[in-house]
T-cell receptor
Framework: ETGVTQSPTHLIKTRGQQVTLRCSSQSGHNTVSWYQQALGQGPQFIFQ???????GRGNFPPRFSGLQFPNYSSELNVNALELDDSALYLC???????????FGQGTRLTVV | EDQVTQSPEALRLQEGESSSLNCSYT??????LFWYRQDPGKGPEFLFT???AGEEKEKERLKATLTKKESFLHITAPKPEDSATYLCAVQKYGGSQGNLIFGKGTKLSVKP
């Protein structure tokens, strides 16, 4: 059984650029959630996708967007990057929206 | 406002010195409380889910308990490999059910 995998592991972008982060969910999972974790803080919920539809969104601006594909993998897109977007981006998958969530290793994004 | 507070922020123990980490929460309609372990630069690793007051779960040297206002993670005879940040999160009924609300974590250091 494969776990949650994220790519890339590290990324450096320039302010104003756009970035796409990818997540492959654990086998059998149909739900993917994305979180942002700043240094020294707990993860903050960005949004969740369930069966290819957005199923809830946290307090993040519209320049944070996402997709879920028929195989339940997912993408997080961030437009017009700002310095404060520098963080560890975490993807979690589960059997459904209310089931236990299992996290990937994260993507470390640095905006310069 | 929904809130999760973890204490202490940091805890240093000698190997074999048992202790407890605290997670207090204020949410309207708790569906579940989650404990995760996070190593530096890695994604959170799932430990336990607790659903109702009085519930207890154990895994190796860890035991998690839940009351109506807080949860404790008891660590018995810790080893250096237990050093990590321990995150507590709550999930509530209604709204965006996928939203885990995290505390800032307790950073545990176990010295040999």
């Amino acid at each position: 059984e494969t776990g949650v995998t994220q790519s890339p592991t590290h990324l450096i972008k320039t302010r104003g650029q756009q970035v796409t982060l990818r997540c492959s969910s654990q086998s059998g999972h149909n739900t993917v959630s994305w979180y942002q974790q700043a240094l020294g803080q707990g993860p903050q919920f960005i949004f969740q996708y369930y069966r290819e539809e957005e199923n809830g969104r946290g307090n993040f601006p519209p320049r944070f967007s996402g997709l879920q594909f028929p195989n339940y993998s997912s993408e997080l897109n961030v437009n017009a990057l700002e310095l404060d977007d520098s963080a560890l981006y975490l993807c979690a998958s589960s059997f459904g929206p209310t089931f236990d969530a299992f996290f990937g290793q994260g993507t470390r994004l640095t905006v310069v | 406002e929904d809130q999760v507070t973890q204490s202490p922020e940091a805890l240093r123990l000698q190997e074999g010195e048992s202790s407890s980490l605290n997670c207090s929460y204020t949410v309207s309609g708790l569906r579940g409380l989650f404990w995760y372990r996070q190593d530096p630069g890695k994604g959170p690793e799932f430990l336990f889910t607790l659903y109702s007051a009085g519930e207890e779960k154990e895994k190796e040297r860890l035991k998690a308990t839940l009351t109506k206002k807080e949860s404790f993670l008891h660590i018995t005879a810790p080893k250096p490999e237990d050093s990590a940040t321990y995150l507590c999160a709550v999930q509530k009924y209604g709204g965006s059910q996928g939203n885990l609300i995290f505390g800032k974590g307790t950073k545990l250091s176990v010295k040999p």
